[in-house]
């Protein structure tokens, strides 16, 4: 008998528990500002960051956090710049926010940044010197002159744009993302 009224008395009070658990249920948005930059430079996928919400988490007319509470993600992709090809890209997500002072894990999507395309800078920097070395060389030698300094000008202005040109993504310090919830999370 007394095994009973024990299994009783736990089982209510694990249904009074999971009575007033909350939950963050899919599709829920988050607002959150970042801490510190992230750039596709230096980040590796798997590096923590650190953000505050934005405004307060609210579920069924419940705060469960207030604007300026802790919340945490991860890098979840970072691909460095090419000098002449491919920007920088970077993903992030967010992985918890506090709630009653615990952190509690979440799942959301992504967002996702790519750098500034190479093409019109790189084009700009290669033509560039390349009209530059027409005009200098036509000046100097003629058209002959203009050949040669337009094959000089565009060798310059390619490196150039290979000393200069990478176009790497970047999340600055206290950038507002918002991000949305895949996935139920429960706040115990």
């Known amino acids: 008998m007394f095994g009973t009224a024990l299994k ?4 209510i009070a694990l249904l009074t528990a999971l009575a007033f658990a909350q ?18 430079g230096i980040a590796k996928a798997g590096d923590r960051f650190d953000a505050t919400l934005t405004r307060s988490l609210v579920v069924g007319g419940k705060t469960l956090a207030k604007a300026g509470a802790p919340a945490r993600g991860k ?18 997500r967010l992985t918890s926010v506090q709630v009653d002072g615990k952190m509690v894990a979440i799942s959301t999507g992504s967002y996702h940044i790519e750098g500034k395309s190479h093409t019109k800078s790189n084009a700009t920097k290669i033509g560039g010197g390349a009209a530059v070395g027409a005009l200098i060389g036509g000046l100097a030698g003629g058209g002959k002159g203009a050949l040669i300094g337009a094959g000089a000008g565009g060798a310059a202005g ?6 200069t040109g990478k176009q790497e993504a970047i999340i600055p310090a206290e950038k507002a993302l918002s991000f949305t919830t895949t996935a139920a999370a429960t706040v115990k």
């Open 8 to 11: 009783i008395t736990v089982s």
């Open 23 to 40: 939950t963050i249920p899919a599709g829920t948005h988050i607002g959150i500002r970042t801490s510190q930059e992230l750039s596709s």
């Open 75 to 92: 890098v979840t992709l970072a691909k460095s710049s090419g000098r002449l090809h491919a920007p920088g890209q970077l993903s992030v």
């Open 158 to 163: 390619t490196g150039v744009a290979a000393a």
